[in-house]
């Protein structure tokens, strides 16, 4: 499928070339316009202090790199960003994978099972999906800090591990597998575990797939949160820490080492979208049934 | 292999009741085909044999057992379902093994036994493949590996034909049939298609609106339908139905009359199928001809009884041209026609 947009027949190439050059200038002048920054971060984390403080900025890559991403990694400004890097990640994974499971459990209870009260929450969860994290931080923050849970990944995971959206589009798929699936796998002696286990999981592996690259980058992104509950600069998450790293006084920000410590902030994600690319594609399109 | 035992077998939905209490005993090994127009409680039926609906009142029993709580894979049962409900991730194999591998079997016996299915199947050039890679009618075969893989005492079919195109259709019929006949395990099979019963069925349950009007072998539905229902059903064209008085000795429809050899009278309702129509010229029926359908064997001619607006049929061997608006007299044995009650439509016995 991928391959029949990618390879269109030579014929429409030659009679539409004008119109392709034009296409692809503007494709390529828009990503440079989103690259530009991000490039001139990368300029910034590979020279000195006093090559950025003085103008005019370099274009080009100094030969600082390695100095500067190695200060950033291994003794940053109040923590390593190695550390933070390991918390964001275990924020990030436990976040998408949490929200995945969860709300594949509620959605197959939602749609699998009747149960007194079944509407009412459906509806509730539905409900919750106009209450993000921001509107309900006071009560959550109460909540966390009286199970002592500050300063800790279970705080920083649960309150947000439970997904409206995740369980209402499992909701979704599973309404479109025939009823007659979870039939044969009764009269084939499966219990309704088994055949979420063994039918229902793996035929949602696609939809799976494209909810983790989403919920994973929620998660990293998350900044509200980790800057209320981590007080400790040892469970500090990489998003919130890089505004950590500015001086609050008369101190000087590390330019290069805050530059160098954004460009890594940004690594994990990429390597999450490019390598779940092609799942992510897939559970988008189709719902392979 | 097991007998399967209806006792005034009723279905509700909330306060509708669909299925009003249908009776019936299925000897050990019997084809028995479900059969009746769409919507009249066929698959309900069946899926309660299945323990897929529970009953809700009345009993169901496989091998004298009385089955109403069991779950389904405790009732020995298998089931081939209309969309076949293949797993779609899993192999061939796979689908035809889980229910082996969920009873725990070991893995050696596992494959043993799908590899026999496969082969009285001619599925094995297929075992590593997905459902989705299969035609239609090999996915329909990969179903019935799933059902006999596992022997059940029972086999239950819910219009697996149906998705077919015509031709597979007749050639699976006899497969599954056959199939059955050689495993000698009892069937139960819902259909619409009153043809498919007729071929298939030891016997079949003619049903209307959730209730069995005739239960009985193809011929003696066909010969001796019970309600007028079933009259009409089975039998393709369907026959004809005509109002008329029964009066000493003779039927008045309309102006004409028919001899009678029976003793019946006041209003009956007469059958006449368009196959034992015999056309004669001094006949005492006619029908003004609106249509001829040949279809080579034979030619059915549809047209209207004359100067009466009931429609009429009626099939005649061989070629004919008819003409429109040509008047055809005919004449029936009137040995074996059968009378329902017009009220009820329950079919009156006319003594002689
Ligand atoms: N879950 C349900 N709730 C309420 N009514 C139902 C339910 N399932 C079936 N019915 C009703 O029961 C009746 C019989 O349905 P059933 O599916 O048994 O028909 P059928 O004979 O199999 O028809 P078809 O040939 O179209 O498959 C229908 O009137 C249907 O509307
Ligand atoms: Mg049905």
């Known amino acids: 499928m991928t391959e029949a947009v990618k390879d269109p027949p030579p014929g429409m190439v030659e009679r539409r070339g004008a119109g392709l050059w034009v296409s692809h200038a503007i494709m390529m002048f828009g990503v440079l316009i989103v690259f530009f920054p991000i490039w001139l971060a990368f300029v910034a984390s590979t020279v000195t202090q006093p090559e950025i403080t003085n103008p005019p900025m370099p274009l080009w890559p100094g030969d600082q790199f390695l100095v500067n991403y190695g200060k950033a990694l291994g003794s940053g400004v109040n923590v390593p960003v190695a550390t933070m890097l390991v918390n964001s990640m275990i924020m990030a994974i436990g976040i998408a994978v949490g929200k995945i499971v969860i709300s594949l459990l509620s959605a197959f209870a939602i749609v699998y099972f009747r149960f007194p009260g079944k509407m009412v929450f459906f509806w509730l969860i539905f409900l919750t999906l106009m209450l993000p994290v921001e509107v309900r931080i006071v009560p959550t923050y109460e909540v966390i800090a009286g199970f002592g849970m500050l300063n800790s990944y279970g705080g920083l995971i649960l309150p947000l591990i439970a997904s409206a959206t995740a369980t209402f589009l499992f909701r979704q798929f599973y309404m479109t597998v025939p009823d007659e699936l979870a039939e044969a796998a009764r009269v084939d002696g499966a219990s309704p575990m088994r055949f979420f286990i063994d039918v229902l999981f793996p035929m949602s592996r696609t939809n799976i797939a494209a909810l983790f690259v989403i919920l994973f980058i929620y998660g990293w992104n998350q900044y509200l949160w980790p800057l209320l509950i981590t007080t400790d600069p040892s469970m500090n998450t990489i998003v919130m820490g890089i505004k950590q790293m500015f001086p609050s006084g008369d101190d000087i920000a590390d330019w290069p080492v805050i530059m160098a410590t954004s460009i890594l902030a940004m690594i994990p994600p990429v390597i999450v979208v490019i390598s779940m690319q092609k799942l992510f594609v897939r559970g988008l399109v189709d719902s392979e049934k | ?352």
């Open chain 2, 1 to 352: 292999m097991a007998t399967v035992d209806l006792k005034a077998v009723k279905k509700r939905f909330g306060s509708t009741e669909v299925i009003h209490g249908v009776s019936t005993s299925i000897a050990d090994g019997e084809f028995i085909v479900i059969v009746g127009p769409s919507g009249c409680g066929k698959s309900t039926l069946l899926r309660m044999v299945a323990g897929l609906e529970s009953v809700s009142e009345g009993e169901v029993s496989i091998g004298g057992k009385r089955v109403n709580e069991l779950e389904p894979m405790d009732r020995d049962i298998a089931m081939v379902f209309q969309n076949y409900a293949l797993y779609p991730h899993m192999s061939v194999r796979q689908n035809m093994g889980y229910g082996l591998k969920i009873a725990k079997l070991p893995k050696a016996e596992i494959d043993r036994k799908v590899d026999d299915a496969a082969k009285l199947l001619q599925l094995e050039p297929y075992l590593d493949r997905r459902p989705r890679d299969l035609s239609g009618g090999q996915r329909q075969r990969v179903a019935m590996g799933r059902a006999i893989v596992r022997q059940p005492k029972v086999f239950l079919f819910d219009e697996p034909l149906s998705n077919l195109d015509a031709k597979l259709r007749v050639q699976m019929r006899l497969e599954i049939r056959d199939l059955q006949n050689r495993l000698g395990i009892t069937a139960l099979y819902v259909t619409h298609d009153q043809v498919e019963a007729m071929t298939m069925a030891d016997r079949m349950i003619v049903m209307n609106a959730g209730r069995a009007e005739q239960i009985g072998t193809p011929l003696e539905v066909y010969e001796r339908p019970q309600t007028l229902f079933a009259a009409q059903f089975i039998g393709s064209p369907s026959m004809n139905v005509l109002d008329g008085v029964a009066a000493d000795g003779s039927l008045s429809i309309g102006d004409s009359s028919l001899p009678l050899h029976s003793r019946l009278s006041g209003p009956v309702t007469v059958g006449i199928r368009p196959e034992h129509v015999i056309p004669d010229a001094e006949g005492p029926l006619a029908m003004t001809v609106q249509m001829g359908e040949p279809l080579g064997a034979n030619t059915l001619l549809h047209g209207r009884m004359a100067g009466r607006s009931d429609a009429f049929t009626v099939s005649l061997a061989g070629v004919h041209h008819a003409v429109a608006g040509e008047t055809l007299r005919f004449g029936v044995d009137p040995a074996n026609l059968p009378f329902f009650d017009p009220k009820t439509g329950q079919r009156i016995e006319a003594e002689a």
